[in-house]
């Protein structure tokens, strides 16, 4: 399980290395919550996609290493101790907003600039995705129990449509 303490290290160790990240997934959830809900079995990062190598040496150098190659939409890598970190390649615009590619090209994921808030991580201030854009990806799928209550918390908190 990916803890807090895990999710801040990375956060850090990226930081450290000139990457800019933007938490999504369960994490970017209780980031919004400003708490811990729930444990977490990875840690879900967008990265700017032109700092794809400095965010994977940095990691590397942690001892990751790759487990899942999905690019361009997507790539795991893993830590000896069962750690994950779920990777989503971004390209921005000059607008701040981004692209992220998907299986389908066709269809790829779109990150408006509004999406890109913060939230908190025992008591420190990261960057997220917005509860908005947090249910907009919650759709299209059969969610699991966690996915439904971080919608509903998230409902509860923001009022956004929490998928059923």
Do not use: N
């Amino acid at each position: 399980m990916m803890s807090r303490k895990d999710a801040l290290s990375v956060l850090a160790l990226l930081r450290e290395a000139g990457a800019d990240v933007v938490i999504a997934g369960g994490w970017g959830v209780d980031a919004l919550l400003g708490e811990e809900t729930r444990e977490h079995r990875d840690l879900d990062l967008l990265h700017i996609r032109e700092q794809e190598q400095a965010v994977v040496a940095a990691l590397e150098s942690a001892g990751y290493t790759e487990t899942l190659d999905w690019r361009p939409a997507r790539f795991v890598l893993s830590h000896p101790s069962g750690l994950e970190i779920d990777l989503h390649p971004l390209e921005f615009a000059a607008d701040g907003s981004a692209v992220q590619s998907s299986l389908d090209p066709e269809e790829p994921f779109r990150y408006p600039a509004a999406c890109f808030v913060t939230g908190t991580i025992g008591g420190i201030t990261v960057p997220c995705i917005s509860a908005e854009q947090q249910a907009l990806f919650h759709q299209g799928y059969e969610p699991a129990e966690r996915d439904v209550a971080d919608m509903r918390r998230l409902a509860e908190k923001f009022g956004v449509d929490a998928p059923s």
